[in-house]
């Protein structure tokens, strides 16, 4: 079983930044891919960022160049940089790893970007 507990989500006027950071807790942990979705009001849920064991990225199209992915393996977390926030990049951001093929979920952090 594994755990995720996201944090740094916050309000934030357009144009502003966020850190995003995800730490994965469990037994004999050997997590593959890790990364962070997003779902807006009335919206899908929408794939943002990924990032492999051996650091290999991929974004959606709107957030490169904005957004930057990262982990350390040894400490089991993810980070998101968000820079140049939007307000449509307003959301509930959620943190998701794989392990032995099995997806893991976090509950959420919530992403507000409004002047």
């Known amino acids: 079983q594994v755990q995720l507990v996201e944090s740094g989500g916050d309000l934030v006027e357009p144009g502003g930044s966020l850190r995003l950071s995800c730490a994965a807790s469990?037994?004999?942990?050997?997590?593959?891919?890790m990364g962070w979705y997003r779902q807006a009001p009335g919206k899908e849920r929408e794939l943002v960022a990924t990032i492999s064991r051996g650091g290999g990225t991929s974004y959606v199209d709107s957030v490169k160049g904005r957004f930057t992915i990262s982990r350390d393996n040894a400490k089991n977390t993810v980070h998101l940089q968000m820079n140049s926030l939007k307000s449509e990049d307003t959301a509930v951001y959620y943190c998701?790893?794989?392990?032995?093929?099995?997806?893991?979920w976090g509950r959420g952090t919530q992403v507000t970007v409004s002047s």
């Open positions: 998701f790893a794989n392990m032995w093929s099995i997806p893991y």
């Open positions: 469990g037994r004999n942990l050997y997590i593959n891919n």
